[in-house]
């Protein structure tokens, strides 16, 4: 499954006929069909299809499904999880001029609310936790809501607002949980929840580390880029993401990179990009990188990326090595190689 495309698609539907939200408070009522009654097969397959619904599937959380034909529906159950993902971001591309319209009433102190008020919720429902079913592996979550780390705002998709917590049983098991809230018939909802930062242990302690492959709402701006200067920062920074994705599924996982002085290639794991984003005055946009040396815990790599605009879309032109992991004093540390204001004259990106 290619998670990081997106099919070019005019605005075909309403977006209250694309996508069916996940149930939050004060929401209005949802559709009794998902997509509008949408073969969700041709969406996964970059296609709307209508149908009369004769022939559905219903998942586990209770929403019906339609279908063109049997034949569409066992195609389709053959991979339920990555079909459902592939048709809604397909609904979602399709929908960016009616998504971007509909997002102007709001605002991501807005989404925040409703990602809390959902939470909240579900909290005191379930003795006091959030209950979330990883979709990668199917545990059962039980999670202590910490805080809204911040809310990004992308024209045409929605609002993204990306939330702390730690497992109810160990503090030291944080997360990072991104909710994806669309406005449906002028009603802020979630749409989907995903898991954008898991602990893993290494040597015994707990660390947080990004997802692999990162959720496809990192992605959709750099193919994208809407209207507003304002998201062109987290433009850049889905484009630095979606490369080192890409180039480590390559190497089951590694991502290759020579270093520009010593020639040597490096064996890496993405770890996150930095903030804030630079434009520098030649116009390339500039973001810099932790790459986490491959079975390593604390050798971390600052890697620079040179982004441009090209046509529309956000592509990666140079990478290279800012600073390098060092070890003093029995510590590991990044030893700078060059200063970003080495490079002339910057501004940040908001």
């Excluded at 991501?108 to 990602?115: H, L």
């Excluded at 804030?276 to 390339?284: A, C, E, F, I, S």
């Amino acid at each position: 499954m290619n998670t990081f495309k997106f099919f070019t698609a005019t605005s075909l539907v309403a977006l209250a006929l694309c996508c069916a939200p996940l149930r939050s408070a004060g929401a209005a009522e949802v559709p009794a069909a998902e997509f509008g009654g949408q073969c969700a097969e041709g969406l996964a397959e970059g296609q709307h299809v209508a149908t009369n619904c004769s022939v559905t599937w219903t998942d586990k959380d209770g929403k019906k499904y339609c279908f063109s034909s049997e034949a569409a529906k066992k195609t389709f159950l053959q991979k339920p999880v990555e079909n459902l993902q592939k048709a809604r971001d397909f609904a979602a591309a399709s929908s960016v001029d009616e998504t971007e319209k509909a997002m102007q009433e709001f605002t991501g102190t807005d989404a925040e609310k409703v990602v809390k008020d959902l939470i909240d919720a579900k909290s005191k429902a379930n003795g006091g936790t959030f209950p979330f079913e990883d979709p990668l592996n199917g545990d059962h979550l039980k999670l202590a809501y910490d805080d809204v780390d911040f809310t990004r705002t992308i024209d045409g998709y929605g609002f993204f607002p990306d939330v702390k917590f730690h497992d109810s049983a160990d503090a030291k098991k944080n997360y990072l949980i991104d909710f994806w809230v669309l406005p449906i018939n002028k009603v802020l909802q979630v749409q989907e929840i995903r898991i954008h930062k898991e602990p893993i242990k290494n040597e015994g302690n707990w660390t947080t580390t990004t997802r692999q492959p990162v959720a496809w709402w990192w992605i959709p701006a750099s193919e994208h880029p809407g209207h507003v200067a304002n998201k062109r920062g987290w433009e850049v920074m889905s484009a630095v993401e979606h490369q080192a994705v890409v180039e480590s599924m390559k190497n089951n996982g590694i991502y290759k990179l020579k270093d520009d002085k010593t020639g040597q290639v490096l064996e890496l794991e993405f770890v996150d990009t930095h903030q804030p984003v630079r434009q520098l005055d030649d116009g390339h946009f500039f973001a810099c990188t932790d790459f986490r040396v491959v079975g390593t815990k604390n050798e971390i790599y600052d890697i620079d990326f040179w982004v441009s605009d090209k046509d529309g879309q956000m592509v990666v032109d140079q990478t290279r090595v800012h600073k390098v992991p060092t070890l003093k004093s029995g510590e590991w540390i990044q030893v700078p190689r060059y200063e970003w204001k080495d490079l002339g004259s910057s501004h940040v990106v908001p």
